[in-house]
C-alpha cells in the first residue's frame, strides 16, 4: 500500500521571468528611442525597482496605444505571456500627455487557487486531490496518467493567468 506521500504529484505555479521582463523593457525603450513615430513624444518606457509595475508615458493616448503595441511584441518575443500582464487605464499626466501603469500578475491569489482547485474537482477524476500550498496549488493522484490529463485540462482552461507545473513525482 502507497503512503500519500508517495503518491505521484506536482505543483501548479504562476511564475514571471523577471530578467526577461526587464530585457523586453529594454527593448522596447530602445526600439522607442529610434522610431521616427515616436520622434519629438518624449515616449518612455520604464519598469520600477521592484520590478512588478511597468510605467508607459506618451504624448497623446494614440502614441501610448502604439507604444503599448510595442512593449506586447517584445514581451511576446521574450516568451512572457500576456497574460502576467495587467494594463491599468489611461491616465493624463502633466502637459496634456497620457500615462498608463502595468501591472505584472505573478503567484496564485488565494482566489485563483480556488478556481484551480474547483476546476480540478469539476472534473471529477477519480483519485485526483488538490491543495493550496502559499501561491502554489499541489495536485497529489493515484495514476500518473490522471495527473496528466489534470496538466492538460488546466492548459485548456482559460484562467487569466500563466502556469507553470513543476515538480512532477513519480
Keep these: 500500500m502507497r503512503y500519500r506521500r508517495d503518491m505521484p504529484s ?3 505555479v504562476s ?17 522607442v528611442a529610434n522610431r521616427f513615430d515616436f520622434k519629438d513624444t518624449n515616449s518612455a518606457v520604464d519598469l520600477d525597482d ?3 509595475t511597468i510605467t508607459l508615458e506618451s504624448a497623446s493616448a494614440d502614441r501610448l496605444s502604439a507604444l503599448k503595441q510595442v512593449l506586447e511584441e517584445k514581451m511576446v518575443k521574450r516568451k512572457v505571456s500576456l497574460k502576467a ?3 491599468g487605464d489611461v491616465e493624463d499626466a502633466a502637459g496634456g500627455r497620457a500615462r ?6 505573478a503567484g496564485i491569489s488565494s482566489e485563483m487557487a480556488k478556481k ?7 472534473l471529477k477524476m477519480k483519485g485526483i486531490q488538490s ?4 501561491d ?4 497529489n493522484g493515484k495514476k500518473r496518467d490522471a495527473l496528466q490529463d489534470v496538466i492538460a485540462a488546466l492548459k485548456e482552461a482559460d484562467l487569466d493567468l500563466p502556469l507553470q507545473f513543476q515538480n512532477f513525482r513519480d
Excluded: Y
Design 10 to 12: 506536482f505543483d501548479v
Design 15 to 31: 511564475e514571471i521571468d523577471m530578467q526577461e521582463v526587464r530585457n523586453a523593457v529594454d527593448q522596447a525603450a530602445r526600439e
Design 50 to 52: 521592484k520590478g512588478m
Design 85 to 87: 500582464i495587467d494594463f
Design 100 to 105: 498608463q501603469v502595468v501591472e505584472l500578475k
Design 116 to 122: 484551480i482547485n474547483s476546476h480540478i474537482k469539476d
Design 131 to 134: 491543495s493550496t500550498q502559499g
Design 136 to 139: 502554489q496549488v499541489r495536485v
